[in-house]
């Protein structure tokens, strides 16, 4: 860049005296452009995000030439990064298809652009590492992975008595494989609980599982949460 303004552009404005004019000329352009795609983007922001995803439907209902810089509008309004066009042509990709199991394009090691449901995600790489189980005593809030356990939260939902009977409560990461009593003749497998309630895969690595002994109890989330017929 140093070469090019030290060395080229003194020989093409010496060649072209015009040269400054007609350069100060486009980059007005460029700027009204640019604030243009910006008018229009937030003018359409509200009808396409909601605080969690981007929804492709509702997206698609606009021209064309407001996808890709609504997308990109998006991403920077939400998480401060400029996409490069790499980004923005793999992104599109994934918009335009109709694939909605999971394809995802990484922008960095820690976020995540996903499809899931006719929606796009950011997501937050979720930790593989957190520790796999723990006991608890239910005297204070524990948190598990990046997960707060509130003890007030539970007294709001009228269960912390029923699980404060039963300690100690046994906290795990869920497999999906657990089965959850959904009244008083049935379980159901937590992996079709979340997959009827469209919980997609990241929000499901997010939730801990309360256990008394071997019995699954509370599917804890700091969002939905998923209650044995036991203690509700």
């Given at each position: 860049?140093?070469y090019?303004?030290?060395?080229?552009i003194?020989h093409?404005?010496?060649r072209w005296?015009s040269?400054?004019?007609?350069?100060?000329?486009n980059?007005?352009?460029q700027?009204?452009?640019?604030?243009?795609a910006?008018?229009?983007?937030?003018n359409?922001?509200?009808?396409?995000?909601?605080?969690?995803?981007?929804?492709?439907k509702s997206?698609?209902r606009?021209?064309?030439?407001?996808?890709?810089?609504?997308?990109?509008y998006?991403?920077n309004?939400?998480i401060?990064?400029?996409i490069?066009q790499?980004?923005?042509q793999s992104?599109?990709?994934?918009?335009?298809?109709?694939?909605?199991?999971y394809?995802k394009h990484?922008?960095?090691?820690?976020?995540?652009?996903?499809?899931?449901?006719d929606?796009?995600?950011?997501?937050?790489?979720?930790?593989?590492?957190?520790q796999?189980s723990?006991?608890?005593?239910?005297?204070n809030?524990?948190n598990f992975?990046n997960l707060?356990?509130?003890?007030?939260?539970?007294?709001?939902?009228?269960i912390?008595?029923?699980?404060?009977?039963?300690?100690?409560i046994i906290?795990?990461?869920?497999?999906?494989n657990?089965?959850?009593k959904?009244?008083?003749?049935?379980?159901?497998?937590?992996?079709?609980?979340?997959q009827?309630?469209?919980?997609p895969t990241?929000?499901?690595?997010r939730?801990?599982?309360?256990?008394?002994?071997?019995?699954?109890?509370?599917?804890?989330?700091d969002k939905?949460?998923f209650?044995?017929?036991d203690?509700?």
């Open positions: 860049r140093n090019i303004r030290r060395k080229i003194p093409i404005a010496y005296e040269f400054d004019k007609v350069m100060s000329h980059i007005k352009l700027d009204d452009y640019h604030m243009t910006n008018y229009f983007c937030e359409i922001y509200n009808s396409i995000v909601t605080k969690e995803y981007l929804d492709i997206l698609r606009y021209p064309k030439f407001l996808h890709n810089i609504s997308i990109k998006w991403i309004k939400i401060g990064i400029s490069s790499n980004d923005v992104i599109m990709k994934i918009f335009n298809q109709d694939n909605n199991d394809p990484i922008l960095n090691k820690k976020i995540i652009l996903t499809r899931y449901n929606k796009i995600f950011i997501v937050n790489h979720v930790d593989d590492n957190i796999k723990i006991q608890w005593d239910l005297q809030d524990i992975g707060n356990i509130s003890i007030t939260k539970l007294k709001d939902l009228g912390y008595e029923s699980l404060l009977s039963r300690v100690p906290i795990k990461v869920a497999s999906g657990e089965r959850l959904i009244n008083s003749k049935y379980h159901q497998t937590l992996k079709k609980i979340f009827s309630n469209s919980i990241w929000e499901r690595k939730y801990a599982m309360l256990f008394a002994k071997d019995t699954l109890l509370v599917a804890y989330s939905k949460m209650i044995s017929s203690i509700r």
